[in-house]
T-cell receptor, first 119, second 114 residues
Framework: DGGITQSPKYLFRKEGQNVTLSCEQN?????MYWYRQDPGQGLRLIYY???????QKGDIAEGYSVSREKKESFPLTVTSAQKNPTAFYLC??????????????????FGPGTRLTVL | QQQVKQSPQSLIVQKGGISIINCAYE??????FPWYQQFPGKGPALLIA?????SEKKEGRFTISFNKSAKQFSLHIMDSQPGDSATYFC?????????????FGGGTRVLVKP
């Protein structure tokens, strides 16, 4: 099956700990994204990567870090510097090369999410 | 600064009724407007999308209406069914911008009563 997998589904963290959320895709997509979802605030972009070994900060990157060593993997680390990390984290991917004449390639496909709770 | 404003935050509709969700955007450079459907505990899934060169797009019971001059677009769910109960997000992006980042609205929780 082609798709995006995220693990774990639920994650509990103690204050002061760093945790890493996994995101893997076998869609051969170039671009990958991490979003944070809080109730009533929609999805906010944390980091994105368009190609291997390159990534850019999104709107709320403080307290997070990422790596993109392989095309299919884009792990997110929530560091102890993130003040309020309890949230639902969503990973997405998209094939590059979206143009006006190729609308289908602009679709971002989302994984099932990881719910992080700080104890 | 929220660039895409979505309303209402929630709505309740009877089975067979019409659900209408509205979004307004500020950035006139946006040229791609998708709608996503999300069920509890799941990731969002693309429902339907529109470009600013058309005023309406229909796929089954779902229709997007787009008003470029007013910088508004809306989702209409016709003949709403209990299975449509979910949270709906509008979004906008610039196709030629680096990363094709999506800016999301705040979401609308739809409950369809049988």
């Amino acid at each position: 099956d082609g798709g995006i997998t995220q693990s774990p589904k639920y994650l509990f963290r103690k204050e002061g700990q760093n945790v890493t959320l996994s995101c893997e895709q076998n869609l051969n997509h170039d671009a990958m994204y991490w979003y944070r979802q809080d109730p009533g605030q929609g999805l906010r972009l944390i980091y994105y990567s368009q190609i291997v070994n390159d990534f850019q900060k999104g709107d709320i990157a403080e307290g997070y870090s990422v790596s993109r060593e392989k095309k299919e993997s884009f792990p997110l680390t929530v560091t102890s510097a993130q003040k309020n990390p309890t949230a639902f984290y969503l990973c997405a991917s998209r094939s590059a090369g979206a143009t006006q004449s190729s609308p289908g390639t602009d679709t971002q496909y989302f994984g099932p999410g990881t719910r992080l709770t700080v104890l | 600064q929220q660039q895409v404003k979505q309303s209402p935050q929630s709505l309740i509709v009877q089975k067979g009724g019409i659900s209408i969700i509205n979004c307004a955007y500020e950035n006139t450079a946006f040229d791609y407007f998708p709608w996503y459907q999300q069920f509890p505990g799941k990731g969002p899934a693309l429902l339907i999308a529109i470009r600013p060169d058309v005023s309406e797009k229909k796929e089954g019971r779902f229709t997007i209406s787009f008003n470029k001059s007013a910088k508004q677009f809306s989702l209409h769910i016709m003949d709403s069914q209990p299975g449509d109960s979910a949270t709906y997000f509008c979004a906008a992006s610039r196709l030629k911008a680096a990363g094709n980042k999506l800016t999301f609205g705040g979401g609308t929780r739809v409950l369809v009563k049988p």
